[in-house]
C-alpha cells in the first residue's frame, strides 16, 4: 500500500542565557516535511527524491546520501536491518527555519530524520528511543529534545557505563558515513545503534504571556566553531553565578505576570556568551556582505543588552543570544515591535542588517498520515 504523511518539527532557541546545553524553548518557526512512498511494485529500484523550499534551499543538498535529514533517516533504518530507502520514495521539504543563526535548524532536520527513518520502517520507536537516535547525531540534548517535546524544557544525559560510553563516543563519520552516490542495500557496515536512555527531560511551565523576539543577523555562524571558542574548564564563582540564575529562571518564566527583575537578571550567563562575542571575522561565513572590521565580535549583545532593559522598554523581561548565535533573542510581554526595531538600529549603527520576528513558544514535533 503506497503511504503519505507530513513531519512538522519546530525551531528552537537553546541555552536562554545561563542553561548552556541544558534547556530550549521551541519557538513557532517550523520545518515540515510531506513524504510519499509508493506501493513496493516489480519496478527496477528508483533513488529517492528530494525537493525543497525555504531556507537553506540554495545550499541544502538534495542527494538523499548527503542531505543531513535523510542521512539521520538512513542511520535510523540500518540500525533497524533496514538497509536501503524504499523504491520511489518523495520527499518535499519546506523549511522557515534559518540555518547558522542559533534557531536550531540542524537539530530540527536531525529530528525530522529520526521521525523520517521511523514512519519509513514502520518501527514504532518510542519518544526516549528517538532521542537516544537524536543524540547519536547532535550531541548536545537542548535543542533536539525541545524540537522533540515542545516547549521549555531542560535535559541532561545519562552516565553511562564503560560500554555504552564507548558506543555513544563513536566518531560521527561512523554514524552518518560519507555515502558514495551509489550506495546500495550492500554498501557498508551497519552502524553502530545507540545505547538505550541516554537523554532524560522535563517541560517546564511557560507563562503564556511570554512571546520570544528574534533578532536575526543576516550571516551564518556555525554552532560547531561557535563550540570551539569556549574554554574547558570554568570558576567556581563563574558556575555558580549560572547556576544560580538557571535555577531561578526556570520557575519565573512561568509565574504570571512574569516579574521582570528577576528575570532580566536571571538571563546572564558567564558560560558562553562572553566567549562568543569574540569570534573572529574568519569563523563568520556571510550571506550578505560583512562590514570591512576583523576581528568582529557577535555583534550588538553587549549594546543591546545594555540600552535595552525593563527600565527603558516595559514588558521586555530578557535578552541572551540564542542558542550559538548569531541571533539574539529577547524575551517579552508587550511593547515586542519596539524592543526589535530599536535592536535593528543598534545593529545598523554596526552596518549589519538583521531581520525580527515574533515568535510564540510551539508544540513538540508532529507525524500525520494523510489519507489516500
Ligand atoms: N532542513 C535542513 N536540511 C538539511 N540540512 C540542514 C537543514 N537545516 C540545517 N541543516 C544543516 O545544518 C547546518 C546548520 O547547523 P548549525 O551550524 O548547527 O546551525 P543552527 O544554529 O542553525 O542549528 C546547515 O548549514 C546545514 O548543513
Ligand atoms: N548549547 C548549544 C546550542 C546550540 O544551538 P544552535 O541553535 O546554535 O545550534 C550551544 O550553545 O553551543
Redesign the pocket.
Known amino acids: 500500500m503506497s503511504r503519505q504523511f507530513t513531519i512538522k518539527v519546530p525551531a528552537t532557541s537553546a541555552n536562554i542565557g545561563p542553561g548552556f546545553d541544558v534547556v530550549g524553548l521551541s519557538v513557532s518557526l517550523h ?1 515540515t516535511l510531506t513524504v510519499s512512498i509508493p506501493a513496493p511494485s516489480g519496478q527496477p529500484h528508483s533513488a529517492p527524491s528530494i525537493t ?1 523550499t525555504g ?2 534551499a540554495d ?3 538534495l542527494d538523499a546520501y548527503k ?3 535523510t542521512r539521520v533517516s538512513l542511520y535510523v533504518l540500518r540500525c533497524n536491518n533496514i538497509r536501503s530507502f524504499p523504491s520511489g520514495l518523495k520527499i518535499h ?1 519546506h ?1 522557515e ?13 536531525v529530528i ?1 530524520g529520526v521521525l523520517l527513518g521511523n514512519e519509513i520502517g514502520q518501527l514504532n520507536l518510542s519518544t526516549e528511543r528517538i532521542l537516544d537516535f537524536a543524540l547519536m547525531v ?1 550531541r548536545h540534548p537542548d ?1 533536539v529534545t525541545a524540537a522533540l517535546i515542545g516547549g521549555f524544557v531542560g535535559s541532561y544525559l545519562r552516565e553511562l557505563d564503560e560500554a555504552d560510553t564507548a558506543a555513544a563516543s563513536v566518531p560521527l563519520s561512523e554514524v552518518l558515513p560519507e555515502y558514495p552516490p551509489d550506495a546500495g542495500e550492500d554498501w557498508g557496515l551497519d552502524p553502530p545503534p545507540p545505547p538505550s536512555g541516554i537523554g532524560h527531560y522535563i517541560r517546564f511551565g511557560w507563562s503564556e504571556s511570554i512571546k520570544a523576539i528574534a533578532i536575526i543577523p543576516r550571516f ?6 561557535a563550540r570551539e571558542v569556549l574554554p574547558l574548564q570554568y570558576s567556581r564563582k563563574d558556575l555558580v553565578f549560572n547556576l544560580q540564575r538557571l535555577a531561578v529562571l526556570t520557575t519565573a518564566l512561568a509565574q504570571n505576570p512574569p516579574d521582570p527583575d528577576l528575570i532580566y537578571e536571571a538571563m546572564k550567563d558567564r558560560i558562553h556568551q562572553p566567549y562568543r562575542k569574540t569570534l573572529v571575522l574568519a569563523l563568520i561565513s556571510p550571506v550578505s556582505p560583512l562590514p570591512a572590521k576583523s576581528p568582529i565580535q557577535i555583534p550588538g549583545l553587549p549594546e543591546v543588552t545594555s540600552s535595552i532593559t525593563p527600565a527603558t522598554h516595559p514588558g521586555l523581561l530578557g535578552i541572551c543570544l540564542s ?2 548565535g548569531p541571533t539574539i533573542l529577547a524575551l517579552a510581554t508587550s511593547n515586542f515591535d519596539k524592543v526589535a526595531e530599536d535592536a535593528r538600529s543598534i545593529f545598523k549603527s554596526e552596518n549589519i542588517e538583521v531581520d525580527w520576528k515574533v515568535l510564540n513558544i510551539a508544540g513538540g514535533s508532529e507525524v500525520t498520515q494523510i489519507q489516500i
Not at 540555518?99 to 530540527?108: E, I, K, M
Request: glycine share 16%.
Open positions: 520545518l525543497y531556507e537553506g545550499e541544502v543538498p542531505n543531513l535529514t521539504a523549511n527555519i534559518p540555518f547558522g543563526r542559533g534557531l536550531g535548524s540542524s537539530g530540527a532536520a525530522a547532535e535543542n551564518e555562524l556555525s554552532t560547531a566553531k542558542g550559538a
